[in-house]
């Protein structure tokens, strides 16, 4: 059975940084693609990264190119995904996804989610 938890969430300040884990099991880890997708109320799905197998191509939304860092540790069979320089408009809930060995965007399971907010 495959399972995707995430953590690393909370309150954030603009201009801060936030690590986000995803704990895999229940597959193959190393063979297959990961990646984090984000939701906004109101908005719907938003594919922020993506990356291989093996960790060695990535994929960023380009509004976040230069400030998020996607990796992988196929040993440990977790997936971060590092935020630094936050902005208001990262708040969201976001998911770690598990994809095909071809492509991250073919899902066939998400985690439930870590919430990223701002404190006023």
């Known amino acids: 059975q495959v399972q995707l938890v995430e953590s690393g969430g909370g309150l954030a300040q603009p201009g801060g940084s936030l690590t986000l884990t995803c704990a895999a099991s229940g597959f193959t880890f190393d063979m297959y693609q990961m990646g984090w997708a984000r939701q906004i109320p109101g908005k719907g799905l938003e594919w922020v990264s993506g990356i291989s197998h093996d960790g060695r191509e990535t994929w960023y939304l380009p509004s976040v190119k230069g400030r998020f860092t996607i990796s992988r540790d196929n040993f440990q069979n977790i997936v971060r995904l590092q935020l630094n320089d936050l902005k208001p408009e990262d708040a969201a809930l976001y998911h770690c996804?598990?994809?095909?060995?071809?492509?991250?965007?073919?899902?066939?399971?998400w985690g439930q989610g870590t919430q990223i907010a701002f404190s006023a």
């Open positions: 996804a598990k994809g095909s060995r071809w492509s991250y965007r073919e899902v066939d399971s």
